[in-house]
């Protein structure tokens, strides 16, 4: 870095001022001129809040030159672009982001701490982008992040909710939900687009004309709502290419019936305002659940008709039509949430651009790629057909068309199973209502669909899409998950990045095959050392945050054992609350034994309608206060429920990690990400043999990873054989004692029967596995306890994981979407 005052280096001459400089001096002085002339404060005046502003500003023009060099790039190169369409982007913050790609946090910390600002401070400062709910999104937004490393030319297309995933309040063990307004302050990193605006239409009804003596099918929409793009730059690793995040608010077209407020009649007169612009106001909080609602199909159709407006547009500007469009972009459905814009591009290419049927069809298919996230049956999308003949009347009819070419196709190729022609239809037949199935419609509009893991990928073919998957074998693909190591190594843990960068060198930053070299000194006592001390200081960091929040005191000196994910059944929090209770009763009975010390720390929100989820988080709190007060186990067992998870505290619970809980019932998690990021930062797994848990026990080894519980064959087959949970428990002697506690209240005096049904419900369906996989479950944590006590194994393993999960980075799963999906180049490792 710069010293103030020092020469400046050769090559930072030229251009080294206030705009575009990155000498200390110039950063400096950019900070000052934007808190000056964009902030409008003087420095005695400035608060936390006006410095990240202005520093946030500084840092944008930085992104905003390779912005623009990448723009000018890719529409003078020619290349196919990438538009990556998602309902949500779980972005996190972006200031350490950016500092990062540029390769200026240094510099910055320097520079501002002349002006005696702490830029660490700053970073607390700025709100977090939580414009998605879990795994999904967080993964659209690494995906970003790693299109710009590769220069994959791309757009991310998706809603700028005004409130993001509600803020997490926990009272009395409770979850509470409270709007997430994280816009309220502005958001220095996003250009409005006022100008870059779409209508799109709801509801109304379709005419028939004949053009030369073809039917033309045109839609006049009873009601209009304009979209207006919102535009966040992207950057990716040392700042090469940067990329567009593009999101959609909505706008209605008029602002106000002036008729109506004339007469008196003031909130009736924006009542058609307040129902346009609903569009954006909420993210739905529902993860891995349906939605369900009228609202949300709205933002779905809202979004993907925008951005094929938009694409279709910037390809008209470049051909003079859209029969190359394939050629020039590939569009990836995250999830089935855009699957509309199928019907939309055909509604576009037919009716509007006047395409043949076929050949509009054709291109579809070779433009659109689907990735699936879930295969749980409760999550799978489908609309009411009377909703979408309401809502959408021609992409209704587009729907039944599509459907019915493809169902005469396959009828004409031999096919007559009545079973596989309903599995295979876009229309769900059933309940006394027909449903539209976006999996299939997704499915039959894409020339490719992936899963997310291996095990996830072969599911897939077996179950939810085993029929279209036998008529359209090579269809599916496997994409294994991936993190960016930009945010979860880099930025969230600069202690174990510096002592990788001195063992390892440089190189690692760029590619992370070089973690490898790190097996060969696991056993080394003194890298072990430093590790150790790093991690402790993380700890130490997080029993700050700990305290801070809950009041609570941990020991950095514990095991820390981690389960970080939404709040959910088949992920199964209640798994190892139950085990933290048997754990409690163990050492309560021998508290003279040898304990390894943990602290147990959960953290997660539940989506607001779920009952049961809520109650596993009333149920954490409540087996804490009872663990936490109890003088036996002292020092020895802490039980702790983190508020309001997201992904800025994500990025300080897992460098803090000792161990990390992967416990889902196999075959239920399609892959998981959060269990690739603690591994990469050191912690050892407790898994199931489910999701991308099984490809880092192939990659870590056995010895370096603690696998326990069913497969997911065995789930499937003990889920056929009608087994029952009370069996199970009577079996286990430990098991029937901690059922019984929860279940008489000895963690509710208050309310002796709050857990009495959530007890019962387990011993009779315990649809998740929990008692099936407990005593098993409970082994594998006295042989983690064993690995503890024994820290040069425990170090030695930790290392073994770092080292090999290299592979997991974003970036070798976006080379993959770009070769076998997208047919786009990717930038060369450095
Ligand atoms: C999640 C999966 O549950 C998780 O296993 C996976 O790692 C992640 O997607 C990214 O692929 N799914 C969701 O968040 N949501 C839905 C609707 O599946």
Redesign the pocket.
């Known amino acids: 870095t710069q010293q103030p005052g020092a020469a400046l280096p050769a090559a930072a001459q030229p251009d080294d001022d206030l705009r575009t400089g990155n000498s200390v001096e110039a950063l400096r002085g950019a900070v000052m001129a934007k808190l000056a002339y964009a902030v409008g404060k003087v420095q005695a005046d400035a608060s936390d809040r006006d410095w990240f502003l202005a520093t946030a500003l500084a840092v944008r023009d930085r992104v905003v030159q390779g912005w623009q060099r990448s723009y000018h790039t890719t529409n003078t190169g020619g290349t196919k672009r990438v538009y990556y369409m998602s309902l949500e982007f779980l972005i996190g913050r972006l200031m350490f982001d950016a500092l990062t790609n540029l390769g200026l946090t240094d510099t910055m910390r320097e520079a501002l701490s002349g002006l005696g600002v702490d830029l660490d401070k700053l970073r607390e400062v700025e709100p977090d982008a939580a414009l998605g709910?879990?795994?999904?999104g967080r993964?659209a937004a690494c995906f970003m992040e790693s299109m710009a490393t590769l220069a994959v030319p791309a757009y991310g297309y998706g809603i700028r909710y005004e409130n993001g995933l509600f803020r997490q309040v926990v009272k009395d063990g409770w979850q509470q939900e409270y709007p997430e307004n994280w816009l309220s302050f502005g958001n220095p990193w996003e250009f409005a687009r006022p100008e870059i605006a779409y209508d799109i239409g709801f509801g109304g009804h379709v005419e028939t004309h004949q053009v030369d003596g073809a039917p033309r099918y045109e839609w006049f929409p009873s009601e209009t709502v304009e979209a207006v793009a919102y535009d966040t730059p992207v950057v990716g690793w040392r700042g090469h290419h940067v990329n567009t995040l593009r999101l959609w608010s909505a706008r209605a077209g008029d602002p106000l019936r002036l008729d109506a407020f004339n007469e008196g009649d003031h909130v009736g007169a924006m009542a058609d305002r307040v129902k346009a612009e609903a569009i954006s106001k909420v993210l739905y909080p529902s993860?891995?659940t349906p939605a369900g609602q009228e609202l949300r199909l709205r933002q779905e159709y809202f979004f993907a008709a925008a951005s094929l407006q938009d694409l279709v547009r910037r390809h008209l500007k470049k051909y003079p039509d859209l029969s190359n469009l394939a050629d020039q972009a590939a569009i990836q459905l995250n999830?089935t949430h855009p699957a509309i814009a199928v019907v939309e591009l055909m509604r576009l290419l037919v009716d509007l651009h006047g395409m043949a049927w076929d050949d509009a069809w054709r291109i579809t298919q070779a433009t659109f790629g689907y990735t699936n996230?879930?295969l749980l049956p409760e999550?799978l999308e489908t609309w009411p057909v009377p909703l979408m003949e309401r809502m959408l009347p021609r992409h209704m009819q587009i729907i039944y068309l599509v459907n019915a070419l493809h169902l005469d196709k396959l009828r004409a190729e031999g096919h007559s199973d009545v079973d596989v022609m309903r599995s295979v239809s876009i229309i769900a037949e059933g309940w006394g209502q027909q449903r539209v199935k976006m999996g299939t419609l997704a499915f039959i509009g894409s020339h490719r669909i992936n899963g997310?893991s291996a095990l996830h990928t072969d599911l897939m073919r077996q179950t939810v899409f085993r029929d279209l998957n036998a008529i359209y074998p090579d269809r599916i693909n496997n994409k294994t998950?991936g993190i960016t190591f930009r945010r979860w190594l880099m930025e969230a843990n600069p202690a174990l990045t510096a002592i990788l960068v001195d063992v390892l060198g440089k190189a690692v930053l760029d590619d992370p095959s070089h973690l490898e070299k790190l097996a060969q000194h696991a056993g080394d006592p003194a890298l072990q050392a430093r590790l150790k001390a790093a991690k402790r200081d993380n700890k130490a960091t997080l029993g700050g945050i700990i305290a801070a929040r809950t009041g609570i005191q941990v020991d950095p000196d514990a095991m820390f054992d981690i389960q970080i994910k939404r709040i959910h059944e088949y992920k199964r929090q209640h798994l190892n609350l139950l085990e933290t209770i048997a754990l409690y009763n163990a050492i309560r009975a021998e508290p003279w034994r040898d304990w390894a010390p943990r602290v147990k720390v959960f953290a997660g929100k539940a989506a607001a309608s779920y009952h049961t989820a809520k109650l596993i988080i009333k149920l954490a709190n409540d087996v804490a206060r009872v663990v936490n007060d109890d003088p036996t186990v002292r020092g020895k067992l802490k039980v702790v429920f983190l508020p309001n998870y997201n992904v800025s505290l994500a990025e300080r619970i897992i460098p803090a990690a000792d161990l990390s809980e992967q416990i889902s019932t196999a075959g239920m998690?399609?892959?998981?990400?959060g269990n690739m990021k603690l591994a990469l930062n050191g912690a050892l797994t407790i898994g199931t043999l489910d999701?991308a848990n099984v490809e880092i026990k192939e990659r870590v080894g056995d010895d370096n990873i603690f696998i326990f519980g069913l497969t997911a064959e065995e789930v499937a087959a003990r889920h056929r054989s009608g087994l029952s949970a009370r069996e199970t428990i009577a079996n286990s002697p430990r098991l029937a004692e901690v059922m019984e506690a929860v279940s008489s209240g000895v963690f509710s005096p208050d309310d002796t029967d709050r857990y009495r049904d959530f007890a019962n419900a387990l011993r009779d369906h315990d649809h998740f596995l929990v008692t099936a996989d407990f005593d098993d479950y409970y082994a594998a944590q006295r042989r983690v306890d064993a690995l503890w006590r024994d820290q040069a194994a425990w170090w030695r393993a930790s290392i073994m994981n770092t080292a090999r999960v290299g592979w997991f980075s974003s970036d070798r799963t976006i080379g993959e979407y770009a070769r076998d999906i997208w047919d786009v180049p990717v930038r060369a490792a450095e």
Request: net charge negative.
């Open positions: 709910n879990g795994g999904l993964l993860d891995a999830d996230h879930t999550a997310v998950n998690e399609a892959s998981g990400t999701g």
